[in-house]
């Protein structure tokens, strides 16, 4: 079975200072791995997926992710944070038939 | 175009009654999920819908639940009778294809409170 892990559940960081959001998968195949945002009232919205290719992926927002396969590990990044971005993010593997697997969630709270 | 919608938004019932919850997904999305998140944790698969099928339904807690997309189009989900431990927010989702590959767009959300 797959799993994932969100080990933070919130996540502090100052406007204009770089962000991690960690994510750890397990998967007993190829990862499919994804980020989600979820502002208040609003629905999942998809942020960047890894499917194969290059390990650094860049998606919605100025966020990117780095896939690393030896440390099963899909951290969400983005060098320079806004106010804006404080939501609650998801990571998730995807199985072939489409079936999501999401971890806990991470609270991302930027203080200007 | 409009996107996956859910009603209601809120939902607020007394234990041992019943809800339906509805989904309508991106029009011409053949694939739907229910998916549902429980006191703040991770969001678990319910169930999935290829057209009217039930392709995937290994994530229906129990038998109180009941998923149905007559049609092949919108789809409700029933509690009946429902329980303190069934609060939470319930999501859809839908994509044109089937896999891994394709998009999946989530609705806004039911949040659900059973008291």
């Known amino acids: 079975a797959q799993s994932v892990a969100q080990p933070e559940d919130q996540v502090n960081v100052a406007e204009g200072n770089p962000l991690t959001v960690k994510c750890t998968y397990s998967v007993s195949g190829n990862p499919y791995l994804f980020w989600y945002v979820q502002y208040p009232n609003r629905g999942l919205q998809f942020l960047l997926k890894y499917i194969t290719g290059d390990n650094l992926v860049k998606g919605s927002y100025g966020f990117e992710a780095e896939f690393n396969k030896s440390q099963t590990s899909f951290h969400l990044k983005k060098p320079s944070a806004l106010v804006s971005d404080s939501a609650l993010y998801f990571c998730a593997v995807r199985e072939r038939a489409g079936k999501s697997t999401f971890g806990d969630g991470t609270t991302l709270t930027v203080k200007p | 175009e409009a996107g996956v919608t859910q009603f209601p938004s809120h939902s607020v019932i007394e234990k041992g009654q019943t809800v339906t919850l509805r989904c309508d997904p991106i029009?011409?999305?053949?694939?739907l999920y229910w998916y549902r998140r429980v006191m703040g944790k991770e969001i678990k698969f319910l169930l999935h819908?290829?057209?009217?099928?039930?392709?995937?339904e290994s994530g229906m807690p129990n038998n109180r639940f009941l998923a149905e997309r007559t049609g092949g189009t919108y789809s409700t989900l029933k509690v009946r009778p429902a329980e303190l431990e069934d609060s939470g927010v319930y999501f859809c989702a839908s994509s044109f294809r089937r896999g891994h590959l394709n998009e999946q767009f989530f609705g806004p959300g039911t949040r659900l409170t059973v008291l």
């Open positions: 029009s011409g999305h053949d694939n």
């Open positions: 819908f290829v057209k009217e099928s039930k392709q995937d």
